[in-house]
T-cell receptor, first 113, second 113 residues
Framework: AQSVAQPEDQVNVAEGNPLTVKCTYS??????LFWYVQYPNRGLQFLLK??????LVKGSYGFEAEFNKSQTSFHLKKPSALVSDSALYFC???????????FGAGTTVTVRA | DGGITQSPKYLFRKEGQNVTLSCEQN?????MYWYRQDPGQGLRLIYY???????QKGDIAEGYSVSREKKESFPLTVTSAQKNPTAFYLC????????????FGAGTRLSVL
């Protein structure tokens, strides 16, 4: 069975500071990893994905994520956070053999001006 | 929210009543999904459909039913057997089953009167 953990319910940062949202995963095979963002009362928007290749993945809105196989992590990062980055962020995973996605519980990011 | 339309945005259910949530997509996607979102629990898969006239139970299908008579439509019925229906419901689609990036609608918030 596959699973995702987002250990922090909330992350608070000041505008202009680096932002990190943590994600660890468990799969039986090779992982397919995703980050999505959700604004209040809206659907999820895709940010970035890791399938194979370079461990550092760049995505939308200046976000990037680093795949670390030994630590089974896929943390989301942004070098300089904006107030408009305040939202709910979800990490998701699937493995080779199961096309269903498993989502983490989500991390609420608040960026203060 | 791309080409996925969910309606209504808000829905209220009386005890013992069945209600149907609409999901329509104009993306020509084969696969469609229904998720339930509760605070602090992430997204849980209710039903999915790989192709028209086919659908499968997800992780929490009890108390729900679906149909997939047309490629563009995947309605979800919340039956009276679902004792705790209050949640945010999200519909998603992918070009093909197993194609990774899911596109989401804006969601329907269901409450019990």
């Amino acid at each position: 069975a596959q699973s995702v953990a987002q250990p922090e319910d909330q992350v608070n940062v000041a505008e202009g500071n680096p932002l990190t949202v943590k994600c660890t995963y468990s799969v039986s095979g090779n992982p397919y990893l995703f980050w999505y963002v959700q604004y209040p009362n809206r659907g999820l928007q895709f940010l970035l994905k890791y399938i194979t290749g370079d461990n550092l993945v760049k995505g939308s809105y200046g976000f990037e994520a680093e795949f670390n196989k030994s630590q089974t992590s896929f943390h989301l990062k942004k070098p300089s956070a904006l107030v408009s980055d305040s939202a709910l962020y979800f990490c998701a995973v699937r493995d080779n053999d199961d096309y269903k996605l498993s989502f983490g519980a989500g991390t609420t990011v608040t960026v203060r001006a | 929210d791309g080409g996925i339309t969910q309606s209504p945005k808000y829905l209220f259910r009386k005890e013992g009543q069945n209600v149907t949530l609409s999901c329509e997509q104009n993306l020509n996607h084969d696969a469609m999904y229904w998720y339930r979102q509760d605070p602090g629990q992430g997204l849980r898969l209710i039903y999915y459909s790989q192709i028209v006239n086919d659908f499968q139970k997800g992780d929490i299908a009890e108390g729900y039913s679906v149909s997939r008579e047309k490629k563009e439509s995947f309605p979800l019925t919340v039956t009276s057997a679902q004792k705790n229906p209050t949640a945010f419901y999200l519909c998603a689609s992918t070009p093909e089953w197993g194609k990774n990036i899911q596109y989401f609608g804006a969601g329907t918030r269901l409450s019990v009167l």
